[in-house]
């Protein structure tokens, strides 16, 4: 096990690690290095958000880097929580948009069966939820790339 550090400088250089904390270059940076190093299968140990920004910033469609850095947030909000799952009526803001995002993206098949046997509603009323919450939360590039997230997220950190 490795650390992000470690993976950037052998791969790229001592220099490139220095970039990514210089603010006026570092989503270049995290674009164009991010998605070898979190896909390559090492486990890097440290810096999960930064890893999460460096994956997130990897997305084509997305308006600008503030809005792959919310997603990165959202996704590293929901690691330590016990359970993901959007409630509605316990949940809001940016805590049930990322709920809806993460769920959609990594437990859709989870969410279809609830629908099926509990009666809990569809994945698209959850959609509809969390881009609603994304919109008030502040986050108009994550409400309106809504779905491009979910799939992006659900490619490259499911599995």
């Not at 190093?37 to 958000?49: N, S, V, Y």
């Not at 993901?84 to 809806?100: E, K, N, Q, T, Y």
């Not at 997230?149 to 599995?159: H, K, N, P, Q, R």
């Amino acid at each position: 096990m490795g650390t992000v550090r470690d993976a950037v400088t052998s791969r790229f250089g001592a220099a490139a690690f220095s970039l990514l904390s210089d603010e006026s270059c570092s989503h270049h940076v995290r674009a164009r290095i991010g998605y070898r190093i979190a896909g390559d299968g090492e486990i890097l140990t440290d810096m999960p958000l930064e890893q999460l920004m460096m994956v997130m910033s990897a997305a084509t469609f997305a308006c600008d880097d503030e809005e792959g850095v919310s997603v990165a947030r959202m996704v590293h909000w929901l690691v330590d929580k016990p359970d993901a799952l959007p409630m509605v009526h316990v949940h809001s803001g940016f805590d049930l948009a990322s709920r809806c995002l993460v769920s959609i993206a990594l437990f859709r098949r989870a969410m279809e069966w609830r629908t099926r046997h509990r009666g809990c509603p569809p994945v698209a009323f959850y959609r509809e939820a969390g881009v609603r919450a994304a919109g008030t939360a502040g986050m108009a590039g994550v409400a309106s790339h809504f779905d491009n997230w979910s799939g992006f997220v659900g490619e490259t950190l499911g599995g």
